[in-house]
């Protein structure tokens, strides 16, 4: 019986016009990253479930996907690519490994649990620097993530920013166990009031405390008011600290000319708990999910033996793709068909690497035999005694001609 040829649910194959736009967006990002000096690297499709089990709170067992080694040890494909680098980072041999690495991987994770299955499977380009914390280095993430968004032409996006240590120091001052933290996270992830409500009606916490849990559902907007409000719902030293560091990070993007492209969320969490400090969230108006999603990670290398600050982000490629196309950033790439004669052949082959080399798609196709092709493809044809094109200027300039492009 031949293979009924179905795919597992929610991989697909990818056809060249889709592949094309993944590479072209890929491209232009990676362009970027190597000028701000990242440097690209790869760790394994599969590792130890363990490794992402190390990590109270970060992803759910029933988000992975789950395969068994000869020796019946769990792996899983890998869910997440900060958490491996991190590992990568702390077991490097000599200790010092580059301050800036790049990715572009396949991530394999069900974003909510074991019946997700569409979605299990997406690409994403990242950035992670390991470097002693500086302010300004949390500046330069934001400012690459914007001009990232640039590169391609992404229309009506914002950043989002929010601050991981001060949601975590108010939690602080509730003494609730990870299971309740998480809870409520989860509410507040949701904005979900009323729920949120609900949840905090069944511990024992102080008022003000609660009450300025309350707020962060709606804590968000535009930068410098919300960061003021926030100034006066800090409850401690923590809190404050918290936002003083997100004002200033506020203070340089605006003076970069870069305010229309910020908003500041004190509410914003993210179920990837290994945030400590400026968090982002990449969106653009009128399309749901996020593309962009980062933050500092000060502690994560230490679970691996290894303390080093950290921030990273990571574009979600496939989700950028989506936004693309709804608004129109894909032109077609025209492709020249030039006709090869039997006698001309050289000539075909000689005018095909000139557009080549100025950068123009070439198919060649017989002249004999293939005649039927699309004559609304206009043709180049060599069935003349001379060939049609003195220099590469003069064929730039009638092909440019041809197609309108002058
Ligand atoms: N790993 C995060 C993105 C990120 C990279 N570095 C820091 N955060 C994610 O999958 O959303």
Same mark, same amino acid.
């Given at each position: 019986?031949?293979?009924?040829?179905?795919?597992?649910?929610?991989?697909?194959?990818?056809?060249?016009?889709?592949?094309?736009?993944?590479?072209?967006?890929?491209?232009?990002?990676?362009?970027?990253?190597?000028?701000?000096?990242?440097?690209?690297?790869?760790?394994?499709?599969?590792?130890?479930?363990?490794?992402?089990?190390?990590?109270?709170?970060?992803?759910?067992?029933?988000?992975?996907?789950?395969?068994?080694?000869?020796?019946?040890?769990?792996?899983?494909?890998?869910?997440?690519?900060?958490?491996?680098?991190?590992?990568?980072?702390?077991?490097?041999?000599?200790?010092?490994?580059?301050?800036?690495?790049?990715?572009?991987?396949?991530?394999?994770?069900?974003?909510?649990?074991?019946?997700?299955?569409?979605?299990?499977?997406?690409?994403?380009?990242?950035?992670?620097?390991?470097?002693?914390?500086?302010?300004?280095?949390?500046?330069?993430?934001?400012?690459?993530?914007?001009?990232?968004?640039?590169?391609?032409?992404?229309?009506?996006?914002?950043?989002?920013?929010?601050?991981?240590?001060?949601?975590?120091?108010?939690?602080?001052?509730?003494?609730?166990?990870?299971? /309740?933290? $998480?809870?409520?996270?989860?509410? *507040? %992830?949701?904005?979900?009031?009323?729920?949120? +409500?609900?949840? =905090?009606?069944? @511990?024992?916490?102080?008022?003000?405390?609660?009450?300025?849990?309350?707020?962060?559902?709606?804590?968000?907007?535009?930068?410098?008011?919300?960061?003021?409000?926030?100034?006066?719902?800090?409850?401690?030293? /923590?809190? $404050?600290?918290?936002?003083?560091? *997100? %004002?200033?990070?506020?203070?340089?993007?605006? +003076?970069?000319? =870069?305010?229309? @492209?910020?908003?500041?969320?004190?509410?914003?969490?993210?179920?990837?708990?290994?945030?400590?400090?400026?968090?982002?969230?990449?969106?653009?108006?009128?399309?749901?999910?996020?593309?962009?999603?980062?933050?500092?990670?000060?502690?994560?290398?230490?679970?691996?033996?290894?303390?080093?600050?950290?921030?990273?982000?990571?574009?979600?490629?496939?989700?950028?793709?989506?936004?693309?196309?709804?608004?129109?950033?894909?032109?077609?790439?025209?492709?020249?068909?030039?006709?090869?004669?039997?006698?001309?052949?050289?000539?075909?082959?000689?005018?095909?690497?000139?557009?080549?080399?100025?950068?123009?798609?070439?198919?060649?196709?017989?002249?004999?035999?293939?005649?039927?092709?699309?004559?609304?493809?206009?043709?180049?044809?060599?069935?003349?005694?001379?060939?049609?094109?003195?220099?590469?200027?003069?064929?730039?300039?009638?092909?440019?001609?041809?197609?309108?492009?002058?």
């Amino acid at each position: 019986m031949p293979f009924d040829k179905q795919l597992p649910q929610g991989v697909s194959d990818l056809y060249s016009n889709d592949y094309e736009k993944k590479e072209y967006v890929i491209g232009q990002i990676n362009q970027l990253t190597k000028l701000y000096g990242f440097k690209p690297i790869q760790t394994p499709t599969f590792e130890y479930y363990d490794l992402f089990m190390s990590m109270p709170n970060t992803l759910d067992t029933d988000q992975m996907i789950k395969l068994i080694d000869h020796d019946g040890k769990i792996l899983v494909l890998r869910p997440d690519a900060t958490i491996p680098i991190a590992r990568m980072v702390a077991s490097s041999a000599d200790k010092k490994p580059f301050e800036r690495l790049s990715y572009v991987t396949n991530i394999f994770r069900m974003q909510n649990g074991e019946s997700d299955v569409f979605s299990r499977s997406f690409t994403q380009l990242g950035v992670e620097c390991f470097k002693e914390k500086d302010a300004y280095v949390d500046v330069e993430m934001i400012v690459l993530a914007i001009e990232s968004l640039q590169a391609i032409g992404v229309e009506r996006f914002q950043i989002d920013l929010g601050q991981a240590k001060f949601f975590q120091s108010l939690l602080k001052t509730m003494n609730l166990t990870p299971a /309740d933290e $998480r809870l409520i996270q989860e509410k *507040l %992830e949701q904005k979900n009031e009323s729920e949120l +409500e609900q949840v =905090l009606g069944k @511990y024992k916490i102080d008022k003000k405390s609660k009450n300025v849990l309350m707020r962060l559902t709606d804590l968000f907007g535009n930068p410098l008011s919300v960061v003021n409000e926030a100034k006066s719902l800090a409850l401690n030293d /923590d809190m $404050r600290e918290a936002i003083y560091e *997100l %004002e200033w990070v506020v203070q340089q993007l605006e +003076e970069l000319n =870069l305010a229309d @492209y910020i908003s500041v969320d004190l509410g914003l969490v993210n179920n990837l708990n290994y945030y400590t400090g400026l968090m982002f969230q990449g969106y653009v108006h009128g399309f749901g999910r996020s593309i962009i999603q980062g933050g500092r990670y000060d502690r994560l290398t230490e679970e691996f033996g290894l303390p080093m600050d950290a921030i990273g982000f990571g574009v979600y490629i496939d989700q950028l793709i989506d936004v693309l196309e709804k608004q129109h950033h894909f032109l077609k790439h025209e492709t020249i068909q030039v006709g090869v004669h039997s006698e001309k052949t050289i000539e075909a082959f000689q005018v095909a690497r000139q557009l080549r080399q100025a950068g123009m798609v070439v198919n060649l196709f017989s002249y004999e035999t293939e005649l039927n092709v699309d004559l609304d493809q206009k043709l180049i044809q060599l069935r003349d005694e001379h060939t049609p094109f003195e220099s590469t200027e003069d064929l730039i300039d009638k092909v440019g001609h041809m197609y309108g492009k002058n």
